[in-house]
């Protein structure tokens, strides 16, 4: 079988111990550049706009919107939430999340389609400390829309799309487009995806929901 997970909120707890500090550290890098704000303010306010959005960028977007900001602390903002240089940053995988992973690569295929930077998802995967030699593919996403690339490592790998899976936290982003070519569907109950479920329209979406990796093992095995 072929497992695709998604990596934001899904193999690592993006929400937990990478947004907050990231975010923060935006805020200041566009006090730094002259926008007139409280640190302290902002932060909170742009932490509840995070909270129900899709993504980051887009509660970077929401935020600076509100507060009627030139255009040109848009790419500033954008370029701070992507900077590698953090080198003391701590990411951590969700809950045994690399026991779970090392264990389905013995007896499956897997894969990861993330969508956002790529230096930056490598920069994640990397401090995450994931061991990237356990998987198949590794690709990222230039938007939103991961349909042809589920169909491009299925036909790849050479696997019946009846035996693939996908794992991610954001139906929309993650389970919707794998559901329309075919594959069962997982859905991680984590961070976003948690906070911005929609049961009666998502529910439709989804074959699968896990709140633990680890659960996937009961999941593949029947």
């Known amino acids: 079988m072929l497992i695709i997970f998604d990596l934001d909120d899904t193999l690592i707890d993006t929400s937990g111990s990478i947004t907050p500090v990231f975010l923060r ?23 509840k706009i995070d909270k129900t959005s899709s993504s980051s960028k887009e ?8 507060v009627n900001a030139n255009k040109i602390f848009y790419d500033i903002a954008y370029r701070a ?25 013995n007896l499956h295929k897997l894969a990861i389609v993330t969508a956002g930077d790529e230096k930056f998802q490598f920069y994640k995967i990397k401090k995450a400390g994931i ?16 349909e042809p690339y589920y169909k491009e490592i299925i036909e790849e790998l050479k696997t019946d799309v009846k035996k693939s899976f996908v794992c991610g936290d954001r139906v929309k982003v993650d389970l919707q487009s794998a559901k329309k070519i075919g594959c069962k569907t997982i859905h991680m109950k984590w961070g976003r995806g948690k906070n911005i479920f929609n049961k009666k329209e998502d529910s439709k979406l989804v074959d699968y929901t896990i709140n633990s990796l680890e659960e996937i093992k009961t999941i ?3």
């Open 25 to 47: 550290k935006t805020i200041q890098t566009l006090i730094k550049n002259g926008l007139k704000i409280d640190e302290d303010s902002a932060f909170e306010k742009i932490i």
């Open 59 to 66: 509660s970077i977007k929401i935020f600076l919107l509100n």
């Open 81 to 105: 939430m992507t900077d590698t240089s953090l080198s003391d940053i701590k990411i951590f995988t969700l809950k045994n999340a690399k026991s779970t992973l090392k264990y389905l690569s």
């Open 131 to 146: 061991d990237t030699s356990i998987f198949s593919k590794i690709v990222v996403a230039k938007g939103n829309d991961k």
């Open 220 to 222: 593949i095995e029947n």
